[in-house]
């Protein structure tokens, strides 16, 4: 696991636990797959932190030269390797949206005089309370206004405004920069945070209180303690989401796999792997095709959930795609579980017995899921999670989801 987090690195984890192994747990090397919009973000970071760099030393960058850099910054090799996910734009495309975002940006700021620069691209990082782990970041620009208000500026050139401060995708990146900036130089007195979305012409400015940065160091550490229990269960699920589009491991991924298989091998008459690929996907049609009638046979609907759940073990896939356009998501999980007083009556009375002498009054009764809430965040003494530890099993559960083609009938309802 990694001695040091970041936002992007606890985003990943929230986002597509799977990923965050490959990435960094397993630290995969993949070849160089760059996005257009990521390419976009960093072109248009490097013009901004070169403009404020000048800034720093008195100099104005006039606005050709700024924007020749920028258009530069596009002309480097790894151009060859951007993806464009957008099938109605061109890379050209992109690089007229940033030369705009720039443009408009210089355009409203300058002379850029309002402040002192404390920092460009800024790294900065702090421990964790009780841990021995450490949060890191960079800040696009550290700047100190006339009235003496330290802004932390982040730039954005998505086109997805968030709601104000309060908007959880504002709301943990920026309080994390504050807590960084905050521990690391404890002189500064008020700090704003303000977002510049850069295609939008928008800026979000917000003040955060002691109180909620105090709830951004406790969501930090646990996010952190949820991934190292991940770690030791070797508990990491796929999550779908709009991420697959840009991520780096899409051809490892199990819940990509079937899929790519039966695309690769698509046309071919031989193959084993063609064929067991094909085996998959008509075990899965017929699941789904199950699932519709699963009141009428529920006895036969089990037995083939149980079929498709050994068929993803063995092939190492959580997600298989059927003959009909539809798939199954198996996701096989592990979890650490104490005993009850119903699967196990004297394990349970053994441990309530060594929970009174803890004096743990909220399990006193005893609450094995207070109990196991405590044992999983770290809230408990080494001597205590020693041991308890002999009473914890863990026990392999699964899910399956079936995900139905529509129909002619219920997209002409829809």
């Given at each position: 696991m990694p001695s040091s987090y970041s936002h992007n690195s606890l985003k990943t984890f929230e986002q597509c636990p799977r990923r965050f192994k490959f990435q960094y747990v397993e630290k995969v090397s993949m070849p160089s797959r760059v996005s257009a919009d990521t390419y976009l973000g960093n072109a248009v970071h490097q013009a901004l932190h070169r403009l404020y760099e000048r800034v720093g030393d008195g100099v104005l960058w006039p606005l050709p030269e700024f924007l020749a850099f920028y258009d530069a910054e596009w002309e480097k090799p790894e151009r060859r390797e951007i993806a464009v996910p957008k099938e109605y734009m061109t890379v050209d495309d992109y690089i007229r949206n940033g030369r705009t975002m720039l443009e408009t940006y210089y355009k409203r700021f300058e002379p850029f005089q309002d402040g002192t620069l404390l920092g460009v691209e800024h790294d900065l990082s702090t421990s964790i309370p009780n841990t021995n782990f450490r949060i890191k970041g960079r800040i696009d620009?550290?700047?100190?206004?006339?009235?003496?208000?330290?802004?932390?500026?982040?730039?954005?050139?998505?086109?997805?405004?968030?709601?104000?401060?309060?908007?959880?995708?504002?709301?943990?990146?920026?309080?994390?920069?504050?807590?960084?900036?905050?521990?690391?130089?404890?002189?500064?007195g008020a700090i704003e945070l303000v977002q510049y979305y850069l295609k939008l012409d928008e800026v979000i400015p917000y003040r955060m209180s002691e109180e909620e940065l105090?709830?951004?160091?406790?969501?930090?550490?646990?996010?952190?303690?949820?991934?190292?229990?991940?770690?030791?269960?070797?508990?990491?699920?796929?999550?779908?989401?709009?991420?697959?589009?840009?991520?780096?491991?899409?051809?490892?991924?199990?819940?990509?796999?079937?899929?790519?298989?039966?695309?690769?091998?698509a046309g071919k008459t031989d193959g084993r792997e063609k064929s067991t690929a094909e085996s998959a996907s008509q075990l899965a049609e017929r699941f789904l095709r199950v699932d519709k009638q699963k009141k009428e046979?529920?006895?036969?609907?089990?037995?083939?959930?149980?079929d498709l759940i050994q068929m993803a073990r063995e092939l190492g896939m959580d997600k298989i795609q059927g003959t009909g356009g539809g798939s199954v998501s198996v996701k096989l999980t592990r979890e650490e579980k104490f005993p009850t007083k119903s699967n196990d009556p004297e394990g349970y009375a053994s441990m309530s017995s060594l929970v009174r002498q803890f004096h743990l009054d909220t399990c006193l009764t005893l609450d094995v899921r207070a109990l196991a809430e405590m044992y999983h965040k770290e809230r408990l003494s080494d001597d205590q999670r020693t041991k308890l530890s002999q009473f914890v099993r863990v026990v392999e559960g699964s899910r399956v989801t079936p995900k139905h083609k529509k129909s002619d009938e219920d997209e002409d309802a829809g």
């Open positions: 620009r550290l700047w100190k206004r006339r009235d003496g208000v330290v802004e932390i500026c982040d730039y954005k050139t998505g086109g997805n405004l968030p709601r104000g401060g309060r908007d959880p995708k504002f709301w943990f990146q920026m309080g994390l920069y504050h807590w960084l900036v905050k521990e690391n130089f404890p002189q500064f105090d709830l951004i160091a406790g969501q930090t550490r646990n996010l952190i303690i949820d991934t190292i229990q991940a770690g030791r269960l070797d508990a990491f699920p796929t999550q779908e989401g709009y991420w697959c589009d840009y991520c780096d491991y899409f051809s490892l991924c199990p819940a990509k796999r079937h899929q790519l298989i039966l695309d690769a091998e046979v529920e006895a036969e609907h089990e037995a083939v959930k149980q």
